[in-house]
């Protein structure tokens, strides 16, 4: 068990650029989650899947964010037309479905938009 | 709404000076209450579930403890290396799978 891996680890790019990250979740963990993380905050939900399903997405998620999980295993999230205000930490996690889970953290990808 | 808020914000200890985190929480219908820690730059460590009133959980140094509307972390001798932020999170027994975190504790542990 290798854990949640997340590439880049970092990515710095221009307002107006669109950037997109991965996420390779604990194997066999069929339900993974991104969360946006802001300096002295908690994280953010953004989304979640279930196997290649996204079941929620935030209200905060504007149309410039997509996330998919084609295949059931590895996600992508993608920001088109990257704004300053996108500069954050973020987090994906990977559980497997019981009526008690528990989310396991991948390192992050940290985003500064210039 | 469901909510999440953690107190104190920053919590500053001298070493094997005990003390405790709270986690207070509105929800509907409580699935599972979090604690996570989390280092610098890094992604949240998971450290304990809760799921009913009543429950304890312990580890090391770290004791959880769950009542209908918040949550303590103790922390008993606390060492340097405990020194982190300290998130609690929890998830809605309605409403799928959304999970709500609080904005953590950041606790400061000195030799």
């Known amino acids: 068990d290798t854990g949640v891996s997340q590439d880049p680890r970092h990515k710095i790019t221009k307002r107006g650029q669109n950037v997109t990250f991965r996420c390779d979740p604990i194997s066999e963990h069929n339900r993974l989650y991104w969360y946006r993380q802001t300096l002295g905050q908690g994280p953010e939900f953004l989304t979640y899947f279930q196997n290649e399903a996204q079941l929620e997405k935030s209200r905060l998620l504007s149309d410039r964010f997509s996330a998919e999980r084609p295949k059931g295993s590895f996600s992508t999230l993608e920001i088109q037309r990257t704004e300053q205000g996108d500069s954050a930490m973020y987090l994906c996690a990977s559980s497997y479905t019981t009526q008690k889970e528990t989310q396991y953290f991948g390192p992050g990808t940290r985003l500064l938009v210039l | ?111």
């Not at chain 2, 200890?13 to 209450?33: F, K």
């Not at chain 2, 959980?57 to 008993?76: D, N, P």
């Not at chain 2, 809605?92 to 030799?111: E, Q, S």
């Open chain 2, 1 to 111: 709404e469901d909510q999440v808020t953690q107190s104190p914000e920053a919590l500053r200890l001298q070493e094997g000076e005990s003390s405790s985190l709270n986690c207070s929480y509105t929800v509907s219908g409580l699935r599972g209450l979090f604690w996570y820690r989390q280092d610098p730059g890094k992604g949240p460590e998971f450290l304990f579930t809760l799921y009913s009133a009543g429950e304890e959980k312990e580890k090391e140094r770290l004791k959880a403890t769950l009542t209908k509307k918040e949550s303590f972390l103790h922390i008993t001798a606390p060492k340097p290396e405990d020194s982190a932020t300290y998130l609690c999170a929890v998830q809605a027994g309605t409403g799928g799978f959304k999970t709500i975190f609080g904005a953590g504790t950041r606790l400061f542990v000195k030799a």
